[in-house]
């Protein structure tokens, strides 16, 4: 009998419950529902911080040549010789690309990758509001593959704050905001997968990426990968097409090395050791009987850079850095590219089985573009063309055989500069008669002249290309 009261007693509670809670969600579902998602921190994120995020429409002329001269349609000569005729072989056609950014100062100042903007003749920016503006390149970094670009407007811009990406760890929630395959602002959520990932493979060379399965399409490019904190770890960067769940960011942190000189130099200023190093392996502990496996050993030491000036010889295994240990190539390279020229650091060295401490002053990494000062450089820009001094870097790269002049290390497509078959590894020996080995000699040759003449070298042969100043 008392078994049956229970039973029963049971029943009654479980009905009770049911009738209850039935009851109360029925009539108040909105509110149920509000519960469940106010604290859920990618619902605030989105809100908040989409309006920080661009989508960027850029556009860029390319010039299609139709071919059949045996490669004599990209040579000067033929192209003046032919004139207006050569038109009738050739065809300018503009291509469209897109990518994201975000906002990082109240002014307008946009942080992007590299490969969005590079090479654009138009880039228009679109605000979560749909308000559009042109955006101008203030500075680009190729080697990060990172790019700073500006609107101009009187109005304050919302900013998403930089967080700390080396705080961030494995499993970690991270929301990708950006605009994939042109769908503005989509919002996509993940984790960190790991980090220090490595990519070698076309257009990407980059060491210490992070890894995440948030979804990052193309359109994502340049895009922020945010934390629940509300602060941005990582720059989406890349995808493997043919996978699902593996993208890739720029940590933040680097970003932050880089961006001060994007905005004041237009380029980056970077330590330079003058060094080729390789990873430790079993091998070299026997051969060199070192007692630690963390290090790198020296393969090459370049002539007349920091490292041979500093004494630094072949088979040095280097394994500090101002006293932080240097695991593998990976944060050997990185820590060296931390610092600014001219920066005096110490180097923990074991040279024949003993240690020692060498000071080494950095030089400038080789080959980094020149930002635009000056009225030599100015229109030189507005022509398409990006020079550098004359350094050994470039003259092993374009078999220059001459310390003169200025290389030529980017030609914008469908320029002025382009339309006339100047190219990159081109030596500018002088400007109207006037020879300029240095960005002063430039905007001395410049002034006041109503057309350019540019005596080029290439491949052992000098010849004019004259141009008109641009307006």
């Known amino acids: 009998m008392a078994t049956k009261k229970k039973l029963l007693f049971v029943s009654l509670a479980v009905c009770f419950v049911v009738v209850f809670s039935t009851v109360v969600f029925a009539s108040s579902s909105a509110p149920f529902n509000e519960l469940l998602l106010q604290d859920n921190p990618v619902k605030k994120i989105a809100k908040e911080l989409s309006p920080a995020v661009v989508n960027i429409d850029v556009e860029s002329i390319v010039t299609q040549s139709f071919g059949g001269f045996g490669g004599l349609e990209d040579d000067p000569f033929f192209r003046r010789f032919f004139g207006e005729e050569f038109n009738r072989f050739s065809r300018s056609i503009p291509m469209k690309g897109r990518g994201s950014g975000f906002i990082v100062s109240k002014e307008g100042q946009i942080l992007t990758n590299n490969h969005v903007v590079d090479g654009a003749n138009k880039i228009t920016v679109t605000l979560s509001s749909g308000k559009t503006y042109e955006a101008k390149v203030i500075g680009k970094d190729p080697t990060f593959d990172l790019a700073i670009i500006k609107i101009d407007s009187d109005e304050n811009f919302p900013v998403i704050e930089m967080g700390d990406s080396d705080a961030i760890e494995v499993g970690d929630w991270v929301v990708a905001i950006g605009n994939p395959f042109g769908l503005e602002h989509t919002v996509t959520v993940g984790v960190i997968s790991a980090k220090n990932r490595s990519i070698h493979a076309q257009n990407i060379n980059f060491d210490g990426f992070l890894q995440t399965d948030a979804a990052i399409n193309p ?253």
């Open 219 to 471: 359109g994502n490019s340049g895009g922020p990968l945010i934390g629940f904190d509300g602060k941005v770890v990582g720059i989406n960067t890349a995808i493997v097409p043919f996978a699902q769940g593996l993208g890739f960011a720029i940590p933040v942190n680097m970003a932050k090395q880089i961006m001060n000189d994007l905005v004041e130099f237009g380029t980056v200023k970077r330590g330079y050791l003058g060094v080729s190093v390789q990873n430790l392996n079993k091998e070299f502990i026997e051969a060199f009987e070192l007692e630690s496996e963390e290090g790198v050993v020296i393969g090459d030491v370049l002539t007349g850079e920091a490292a041979e000036k500093a004494g630094i010889k072949r088979g040095d295994v280097i394994t500090h850095v101002n006293g932080e240990k240097v695991k593998n190539v990976n944060t050997f390279v990185n820590m060296i590219r931390s610092f600014s020229p001219n920066t005096k650091i110490k180097l923990d060295i074991i040279r024949e089985k003993a240690p020692l401490s060498v000071e080494v002053e950095l030089g400038m990494m080789p080959g980094a573009e020149v930002a635009l000062e000056g009225k030599g450089q100015e229109i030189l820009g507005k022509l398409g063309i990006t020079v550098s001094l004359v350094n050994k870097e470039l003259q092993k790269q374009y078999r220059i055989d001459s310390d003169k002049g200025l290389v030529i290390t980017k030609i914008a497509q469908g320029s002025d500069a382009h339309v006339t078959g100047l190219k990159e590894g081109d030596v500018i020996f002088d400007v109207n008669n006037v020879r300029v080995n240095s960005f002063e000699d430039l905007n001395k040759a410049v002034t006041n002249k109503k057309s350019l003449a540019f005596l080029i070298w290439r491949d052992g042969k000098t010849f004019y290309v004259p141009m008109k100043m641009p307006q």
